[in-house]
């Protein structure tokens, strides 16, 4: 059994900043790449960003310049840094980790932009 413990989101102003984490505990070792999707309303899931166990690092051309993944592997957790938010990046974000078999979901968090 996977248990993820999703924090930060929030409600911020445009050009606002917020930091998500996601700490994943259970029966998910190894890890292997973490990331973050979101999902707007009446919107397909997609893609935010993805980080290699090694740090490698990925992000949708819509995020790269404003947003930092990252991860602590000794705690199994992975972050976003949000800055400079718009309101277009209001959405449900939804953490996920990579083992050898499987990918699993965290709950989701909300974040909404705006003034």
């Known amino acids: 059994q996977v248990q993820f413990v999703e924090s930060g989101g929030g409600l911020v102003q445009p050009g606002g900043s917020l930091r998500l984490s996601c700490a994943a505990s259970?029966?998910?070792?190894?890890?292997?790449?973490m990331g973050w999707y979101r999902q707007a309303p009446g919107k397909q899931r997609d893609l935010v960003a993805t980080i290699t166990r090694g740090s490698s690092t990925n992000y949708a051309d819509s995020v790269k310049g404003r947003f930092t993944i990252s991860r602590d592997n000794a705690k199994n957790t992975v972050y976003l840094q949000m800055n400079s938010l718009k309101p277009e990046d209001t959405a449900v974000y939804y953490c996920?980790?990579?083992?050898?078999?499987?990918?699993?979901w965290g709950q989701g968090t909300q974040v909404t932009v705006s003034s």
């Open positions: 259970g029966s998910v070792f190894p890890i292997g790449a």
């Open positions: 996920y980790v990579n083992t050898n078999t499987n990918t699993y």
